[in-house]
């Protein structure tokens, strides 16, 4: 039995830093770009790296700020 994890975020400029990090450390995830949304789905598990985010922000980012930007998540992220 498979289980699909997601999140979605608002498709903004704060927020497409952390869509570039998940998707990228998270191989095999899937991307559905909506007008204002963009929804990450991927099996088991997604990570999210401070580091990641951190390198394509160019500042020190606190993962406490996804909040600012998740619209939903679901399973084990």
């Not at 699909?4 to 952390?18: H, K």
Request: hydrophobic fraction near 35%; proline fraction near 5%; charge should be negative.
């Amino acid at each position: 039995m498979s289980s699909i994890v997601s999140i979605t975020l608002q498709n903004t400029d704060a927020a497409r830093p952390i869509i570039d990090a998940i998707t990228e450390d998270n191989p095999g995830s899937t991307v559905h770009s909506y007008p204002g949304i963009v929804k990450i789905d991927r099996e088991g598990s997604l990570t999210i790296r401070r580091e990641s985010v951190e390198s394509r922000i160019g500042r020190a980012w606190d993962p406490q700020e996804l909040h600012l930007s998740v619209v939903s998540m679901a399973g084990s992220v």
